[in-house]
């Protein structure tokens, strides 16, 4: 199998919906997301992580083969990897040796490509049941204090689903 695809994700996501004879709704309630999330995953606005994406190519897999197999090439070179967004970080080349000498302190990392920082707004803001650009400022403030208090985003997702579980929500 070729892993290429000449038709752009976002085409290649209505196919597969159409393949598998599902409005915008009814994809959204299988995967378990909102009618709007599929609508920006069309538009090429946001990106489904790569869980929703094998999950997305299983559905279409029971219809056709072949068009899931596409979904998938598609998604691995516009969603996964995006080299001209993403850039030196996700290089299949392999990093040069470190050098004997220090190159002095770490520098900080850099913003979060902007498709990401999109994907983590639009997941609030489907759980929250609002718009995204709502979304933006409290996750901004949360995101701030957890830095400010030492918190890596690991701990905070366990201990926000530690949280959830003792408390039944």
């Not at 196919?15 to 378990?32: H, I, N, P, T």
């Not at 979904?71 to 993403?86: D, K, M, N, S, T």
């Not at 302190?105 to 929250?128: E, S």
Request: net charge negative.
């Amino acid at each position: 199998m070729e892993f290429q695809s000449a038709r752009p994700f976002k085409r290649m996501l209505i196919y597969a919906r159409e393949a598998l004879g599902m409005d915008q709704g009814d994809l959204a309630r299988a995967m378990g997301v909102s009618r709007r999330t599929i609508i920006r995953w069309q538009k090429g606005q946001t990106a489904p992580v790569e869980a929703q994406i094998r999950e997305l190519a299983a559905l279409v897999r029971q219809q056709d083969e072949d068009l899931a197999d596409e979904l998938l090439a598609a998604a691995i070179f516009e969603v996964l990897v995006r080299p001209e967004e993403v850039g030196a970080a996700h290089s299949v080349v392999a990093a040069p040796e470190a050098s004997a000498t220090p190159a002095g302190p770490p520098q900080p990392p850099g913003p979060a490509p902007p498709h990401l920082i999109d994907a983590i707004v639009c997941a609030a803001a489907d759980a929250a049941d609002m718009i995204p650009r709502s979304m933006r400022p409290p996750l901004r403030a949360a995101f701030s204090r957890a830095a400010q208090l030492g918190l890596s985003i690991e701990s905070v997702v366990l201990g926000l689903s530690k949280a959830h579980s003792e408390r039944g929500d």
